[in-house]
């Protein structure tokens, strides 16, 4: 079963950055936080991934609390086609367990 | 950018029959997994592959799954006799190696309706 909580749904500005939280209370110490993208029925897209460092990479941001309890992808200005379900997956040894995820809406 | 690739991307088969699905990993990546998505539904891990076995499947997997590396490019998922409740999206996946740093990169999916 997925070891992650994710709010069901947010929306967003255009242009703004968007904020989707994730907690995962029960992280074990080796075990990596993903996220991943899906549009429509496409097959899920990589984002970014951590262990316990903040990461940027030219899609997003990844801060990862101090304790690894809980983290926020950053989207530093949604566009349009930002619009996806969000998934933050935290990998058990060599399979993703995937939640039901956010549903982003980027308003324009 | 590299990518996984699957084929066919729909495919429509009568219940009972066999099919095959195709997949091209990423060239370097030795790792493969197979996932499906029922319509409406959480992605559902299926198999992982490495070294030409089997390393992880998940109770979804049942005898009439099998997995295979044909050649050096292709690995494949074939139902041997597809049911309703096999209609779903398929997607392949692979990854350079197996540790939990290593990214999964997946293919778009071949939606396979079983009638």
């Known amino acids: 079963d997925a070891k992650t909580t994710q709010p069901p749904s947010m929306d967003c500005a255009e242009g703004r950055a968007a904020n989707l939280p994730c907690n995962h209370s029960?992280?074990?110490?080796?075990?990596?936080v993903y996220w991943y993208r899906q549009i429509h029925s496409q097959g899920p897209q990589y984002i970014i991934h951590?262990?316990?460092n903040n990461e940027t990479n030219e899609m997003a941001s990844l801060i990862i609390t101090e304790d690894r309890k809980s983290s926020t992808l950053i989207l530093p200005h949604a566009t349009l086609r930002d619009t996806a379900v969000y998934y933050c997956?935290?990998?058990?040894?060599?399979?993703?367990?995937f939640g039901t995820g956010t549903s982003l809406t980027v308003i324009p | 950018e590299p990518e996984v690739t699957q084929t066919p991307s729909h495919q429509v088969t009568q219940m009972g029959q066999e099919v095959i699905l195709r997949c091209v990993p990423i060239?370097?990546?030795?790792?493969f997994y197979w996932y499906r998505q029922i319509l409406g539904q959480k992605v559902e891990f299926l198999v992982s592959?490495?070294?030409?076995?089997?390393?992880?499947k998940s109770e979804i997997f049942d005898d009439q799954f099998s997995v295979e590396r044909p050649d050096g490019s292709n690995f494949t998922l074939k139902i041997r006799s597809t049911k309703l409740e096999d209609s779903a999206m398929y997607f392949c996946?692979?990854?350079?190696?197996?540790?939990?740093?290593?990214?999964?990169?997946f293919g778009e999916g071949s939606w396979l309706t079983v009638v």
């Open positions: 996946a692979s990854s350079r190696e197996g540790t939990a740093g290593n990214t999964i990169y």
């Open positions: 029960t992280i074990s110490g080796n075990e990596y």
């Open positions: 951590g262990l316990k």
């Open positions: 997956i935290v990998r058990v040894g060599n399979q993703f367990y």
């Open positions: 060239s370097n990546h030795l790792y």
């Open positions: 592959f490495y070294n030409n076995e089997i390393s992880e």
